[in-house]
Structures are given as C-alpha cells and as structure tokens.
C-alpha cells in the first residue's frame, strides 16, 4: 500500500501519509487515498471517462493541493470518482506542472460503495518532502 490514513486528525477531517519513490507515483498514491476516501473500493470504478489535466504552482505542496482539488471538483461537479493514471509532475519555470489523465465513472450507489464525502483539500499540515529514498507527501481532507 502507497498510503496509510492517520489518527491524529480531528473528527470532520482525516489525514493521511502517501509515499513513492518519485513525485509521479507520490502525487498518484495521494489521489488514489483520497478516492479512497470517497468510495470503499478503488476496484471498483471503472474507467469510463478521461479528462486530461494541468495545474500548476510555485510550491510542491500547493501542487499536490490543486490536483487533489480536481478529484474533488469532478465529484461535486459532474458526480465523478476518478483515479489519476500517467502523472507527470516537472518543473515549469519557477515552479512545478502536474499533468495527468483522470479516469473513472460516474458515481453509482448500487455498484460503489460510497464511503466519506470529501469537501475539500486543506493547508492544515500539508507537506510534501524528500524522506530517506523517496517521497511523501502529508495530507488533511475535511469530510
């Protein structure tokens, strides 16, 4: 497993620690936890629809923060649970760019099992860092 959720959190929000051994993988284990969030099994969207996406930002941390932002627009905009497949985060100047497919189906209580309605990405603790051989990446959701 390329994430594990935290108890140290408080009862409207939940945190959760992703880890990879590059900034691809991080940012696509930090979407994949948050989904996970949402739906009790990832197993069980499948991939209907892709959008492609872009965001970008001075900081790592603010990056990851937009691009969980965009599972979490889909879901309240179109009623969309994605996954984020071929994550591509670089430098972009004097910042960074993630790019990815997002991918999924539309939300359907009789096949997915909904679990937490995230609302919304916070700063609370946010953090992506270098650590030993790889990467992680702290993240608060409020539910």
Not at 20 to 40: C, K, Q, S
Request: hydrophobic letters at 50%; a negative charge.
């Amino acid at each position: 497993m390329a994430y594990e959720y935290l108890a140290d959190g408080v009862t409207s929000d939940v945190s959760f620690r992703a880890r990879a051994p590059d900034l691809d993988g991080l940012f696509a284990a930090a979407a994949d936890a948050t989904t996970n969030l949402m739906v009790r099994s990832l197993d069980s969207i499948a991939p209907a629809v892709s959008i492609p996406i872009t965001v970008r930002a001075e900081a790592l941390d603010l990056l990851l923060l937009r691009f969980l932002e965009e599972l979490v627009f889909y879901k309240d905009a179109q009623c969309l649970l994605l996954r984020a497949a071929n994550v591509r985060v670089e430098r972009d100047g004097a910042g960074h760019r993630a790019s990815a497919t997002l991918v999924g189906e539309t939300i359907d209580p009789a096949k997915h099992e909904l679990a937490a309605d995230v609302k919304a990405v916070t700063l609370h603790g946010l953090a992506v860092r270098p650590v030993g051989a790889e990467w992680q990446a702290e993240v608060t959701v409020d539910v």
